[in-house]
């Protein structure tokens, strides 16, 4: 984060030019002490409002921005990842997929 701006581009101003194909999953905890978890939860509904039919929200209510799986949801994070993994036909861990599925917004 040394060379963030605060002033440069945030990602909700890039909405517009990503591709609404494109699988995404944003994972914010509601204590991140570097991302506002109402920036994440901002961003999401943007990429839903310009039809993003592929978004997910991960919401964690701790963790350390960087550092989920650490935290006490760790095994929540580490779920729901394989989860989206899982979704899209990626490389997944099926036990974790299962248990994340009910974690993906």
């Known amino acids: 984060f040394k060379r963030y701006s605060r002033d440069g ?7 517009e030019s990503i591709n609404t194909d494109i699988p995404l999953l944003i994972v914010a905890s509601t204590n991140d002490d570097r991302v506002p978890y109402a920036s994440s939860k901002a961003l999401y509904d ?14 964690l209510k701790s963790g350390k921005h960087g550092f989920f799986i650490l935290g006490p949801d760790g095994n929540k994070y580490r779920d729901g990842v394989h989860a989206f993994y899982k979704k899209y036909g990626l490389p997944h861990r099926e036990f974790f997929a299962k248990n994340g599925a009910q974690y993906l917004l």
Do not use: E, F, T
Request: aromatic share 0%.
């Open 9 to 15: 581009l945030q990602p909700i101003q890039s909405i």
């Open 46 to 59: 943007g990429l839903i409002q310009k039809g993003h039919k592929k978004v997910h929200l991960l919401s």
